[in-house]
C-alpha cells in the first residue's frame, strides 16, 4: 500500500482558550500549560460532519490526482457520524465515488490509524486498488460544555488519505500494531443514555441516545504514556528500525506533554515531532491525518520519509503503524 494523497478540511470558526473561561472556570494559562491548546475549531449546527468530511476527500483525491470514480473503498473513521447507519455512504454520494464501497469504522481517536491498516489489508490482498481513509470528527457535539476537564480538550476537524495497491517493495505500510483493552472501557466513554418509555403495555423499550463524553483524564495520561511507548518500541524492534532513522514522530494529538514524554523515551529530538494541538486541539479520528496532510502540504514530510505513528483512546483502543510517505509523484498509472 503506498501513501499517494492527503486533505483536510476545518471549520472556519476558531474559539480561544480565552473565549472558553467565558462559560467554565478555567483560563488560557492552565490550557496551554496542561494540554498545548490554545484554539480549536467547532462546527456550527448547520455545518454536519458530511460535508466537512467530503471537502477533505475531495482535496486528497485532487492531491493523488485522482477522480472520485477511481476509488473501490471509502473507509471513514469517526465517532461522531451524521447517521448511525453509516456517514461513509453519504460521502461517497456526495463525491459521486460510485463504483466505491463506502462503511464507517469506530475506534475513537485509534480509528483512522486502524482505517488505514484495515485499507492496508485490502490493497495487498490485491481484492481492491484505490482506497480513501478519512479521519473525520465533531466531538463538539458531544462533549459537556459545562465539565471543564474535557470541553476544553476537543476540536473538530476531518483529513483524509488516498492509498493505492502497489508492489511490496514500495509498500508503505512497514508494520503495525492493534489493541484493545475492554475493561478500561470506563475511562473514556460517550454512551447510550439509560431512558425508557413504554411501547405497549408491557413492552418497554430503551429511548435511544447518547450521553455526553465522559473521561477520567488521569487514568488516560496514565495508559496513554505506558502504553504508546510500549507499542512503538515493538513495532521498532520488529521491524528492526532504530528510533534515529525515524523522520518523523506523528502521534494522535490529545496534549502536548503525551507527545513530549513519548518521544523522550525514544531521545526523539522535539523538532522531529509533528504537532498542530494549539491550533486544533484533539479532533478525535481526524487528529493523525489533519497533521499528517499540514506537514505533507507545508513540505516538512518529504517523498521517502519515514513515520512512526500512534493512535490511542477511548476503547481503550490504541495502535502504532510504520509508514513511508510516498506523495503524488509515486502514484503508479
Ligand atoms: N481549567 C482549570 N482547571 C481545571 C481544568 C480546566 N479546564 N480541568 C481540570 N482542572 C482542575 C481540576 O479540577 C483539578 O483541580 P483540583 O486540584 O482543585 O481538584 C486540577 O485542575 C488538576 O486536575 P488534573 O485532572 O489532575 O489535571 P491534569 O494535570 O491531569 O490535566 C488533563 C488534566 C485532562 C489535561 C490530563 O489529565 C490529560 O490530558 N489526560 C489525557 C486526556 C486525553 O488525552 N484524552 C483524550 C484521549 S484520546
Known sequence: MALVGSGSAVPAFAVSNTRLSERVDTSDDWIRSRTGIAERRICGPDEPLTPLATRAAEAALAHAGWQAEDLDLILMATSSPDDLFGTAPRVQGALGAKHAVAFDLTAACSGFLFALITAGQYLRSGAMRRALVIGADQLSRWVDWDDRTTCVLFGDGAAAVAVE??????????????????????????????????????????????????MNGQEVYKFAVREVPAVLKELLESTGTDPGALNWLLLHQANQRILDAVADRFAIPHERVLSNLASYGNTSAATIPLMLDEAVKDGRIQPGDLIASSGFGAGLSWGGALLRWSGPQAAAA
Open 165 to 214: 495497491a502497489c508492489p511490496a517493495e514500495a509498500d508503505g505500510l512497514l508494520g503495525f500494531r492493534m489493541r484493545s483493552d475492554g475493561t478500561r472501557n470506563g475511562c473514556l466513554t460517550l454512551a447510550q443514555t439509560e431512558r425508557h418509555h413504554s411501547v405497549l403495555s408491557g413492552v418497554d423499550a430503551q429511548i435511544g441516545g447518547f450521553a455526553p463524553l465522559r
